[in-house]
């Protein structure tokens, strides 16, 4: 079973629109990253968030962490085509290996 | 800055071949990780290892083999490559393991298809 996962395998949004991408985890954290990559390149952080943030912000990215719940959230305002990528979760369940969701796919059309 | 750089780009190989992945950084971290990555699905970790002359298995370390050579190089062997295989071949590198607040940086990949 996953120890993080995003909600959704895709999604498809017009250039210019909003969109946010949802994950959950299984266990307790110290801080959840999130990653995106894009087509023939490796992953690359994004937001790293921290357990006792509830939000992070890195330009028109905005990251949010609810701990009760076990839950983060990845929202894109403004999206560009070169937004297009997939994203991923990641958590440190143990104490040296980062574990990654499967990734949502995001597709900004024109 | 710094960078990771796998070799081979892409790798075609045969039904039981023994073929090796190689990777290198420049950031001098002390972690390197092999991640495979199969179509449509997330990353899955292979081996890593915390410092130099050492050695962990991930979850999915069965039909294979590393290496770390030194602090910047560590090589993944595939000891019998599966046939119709094809997934992407990560390699990763963070400041010492143990930080949940560490960065990884990745390379492109190594793409594998075996025939």
């Known amino acids: 079973s996953q120890l993080a996962e995003e909600n959704l395998w895709a999604l498809s949004v017009h250039e210019g629109e909003s969109v946010t991408v949802n994950c959950s985890y299984k266990?307790?954290?110290?801080?959840l990253q999130w990653y995106r990559q894009k087509s023939g390149e490796g992953p690359a952080q994004l937001i790293l968030?921290?357990?006792?943030?509830r939000e992070k912000r890195n330009g028109r990215l905005r990251a949010t962490l609810d701990t009760s719940s076990q839950s983060s959230s990845l929202s894109i305002t403004a999206t560009r085509c070169e937004d297009t990528a997939v994203y991923f979760c990641a958590t440190y369940p143990n104490y040296n290996v980062l574990y990654f969701g499967s990734g949502t796919k995001l597709t900004v059309e024109p | 800055g710094g960078i990771i750089t796998q070799t081979p780009k892409f790798l075609i190989g045969q039904e039981g071949q023994k073929l090796t992945l190689k990777c290198q950084q420049n950031?001098?971290?002390?972690?390197m990780y092999w991640y495979r990555q199969d179509s449509g699905k997330g990353l899955r970790l292979i081996y890593y290892?915390?410092?130099?002359?050492?050695?962990q298995k991930g979850d999915l370390s069965e039909g294979y083999d590393a290496s770390r050579e030194k602090k910047s190089s560590f090589s993944l062997t595939v000891t019998s490559a599966q046939k119709n295989e094809m997934a992407v071949f990560l390699c990763?590198?963070?400041?010492?393991?143990?930080?949940?607040?560490?960065?990884?940086?990745f390379g492109a990949g190594t793409r594998l298809s075996v025939l």
């Open positions: 990763a590198s963070s400041r010492l393991g143990g930080q949940s607040q560490n960065t990884l940086y």
């Open positions: 968030i921290r357990s006792n943030e």
């Open positions: 950031f001098n971290h002390d972690t």
């Open positions: 290892s915390i410092t130099e002359n050492d050695l």
């Open positions: 266990t307790s954290i110290t801080a």
